[in-house]
């Protein structure tokens, strides 16, 4: 499937999914709701060529939300976060996780070996640090080799005007479980991944993974900004992650 053809297979879902959810198109509001919709996936432009495709499933949206335009991520909005390449100065922990664990999968097949040994000499320090004090020696285009779609789509309308807070679980709950869980596990057949990382155990009881692990590589982490679990860290990526992935046939 190409790029293009995936971005369309997508589009059709959401336009479903829009529909029974009663979102409104321009918006994102969801009809007799204090929620809106926070946005399409993100989808990398050389995702569909990667040579082990990764598609990572977060919690909620943070503070890449909307906010300000009272409206939601397009498809092409979601893409032009890392367009044209990745900002390491600005890194926060959970796109300093999504980058170490997409360059700890990828490494061999990318050619990558050298970088993430670079990277991985800064394990004393939490993985956003090592990314910034490993920056010159790491590739910029390598989020473009992956995917990601928040599972907890939709945010509490004002949140980060009226209401400053953004963290904590407020926008982590189900509005309609059923039509969600169908939701992403539609996104997933179209993704067709060849692994799946789901960061973030909130939720997870809705996300049928016994169903998926018979189809997929799948990996159950800790959120990347989740000290508390280590999971901030690059020896979580290589100890947990990649204990899972070797345990379902995965050389790593």
């Given amino acids: 499937m190409a790029f293009n053809e995936l971005n369309y297979s997508i589009k059709c879902l959401y336009d479903d999914f829009f529909a029974d959810m009663h979102i409104d198109s321009k918006t994102g509001i969801v009809e007799g709701t204090n ?35 009272n409206t939601f991520h397009s498809l092409e909005s979601r893409e032009s976060l890392f367009s044209p390449e990745i900002k390491f100065d600005e890194i926060q922990a959970h796109m300093a996780g999504l980058y170490a664990t997409s360059l700890f999968i990828l490494k061999e097949s990318l050619g990558l070996s050298d970088a993430w040994n670079q990277l991985w000499s800064k394990r004393e320090y939490k993985s956003a640090k090592a990314i910034k004090l490993s920056a010159d020696y790491l590739p910029r285009d390598l989020m473009t080799y992956v995917a990601y779609e928040n599972r907890f789509r939709f945010v509490t309308i004002k949140r980060g ?57 799948v990996v159950e982490a800790y959120h990347p900004s989740y000290y508390g679990g280590g999971a901030d860290k690059l020896q979580y990526i290589v100890d947990e992650i990649g204990a899972q992935l070797r345990n379902q046939g995965i050389s790593i």
Wanted: hydrophobic letters at 30%; glycine letters at 8%.
């Fill in 161 to 217: 005007v009226e209401i400053k807070e953004r963290g904590g679980d407020e926008d982590r709950r189900w509005l309609n479980p059923s039509r969600e869980s169908q939701m992403l596990w539609d996104e997933i057949q179209v993704f067709a991944p060849d692994v799946i990382v789901f960061q973030g155990t909130t939720g997870l009881w809705n996300c049928r993974i016994p169903e998926l692990k018979k189809t997929y590589t």
């Fill in 35 to 69: 929620k809106r919709f926070s946005g399409y996936p993100y989808i990398g432009s050389n995702y569909v060529k990667a040579p082990v495709k990764i598609l990572f499933i977060p919690l909620d949206t943070g503070k890449d939300e909307c906010y300000e335009q």
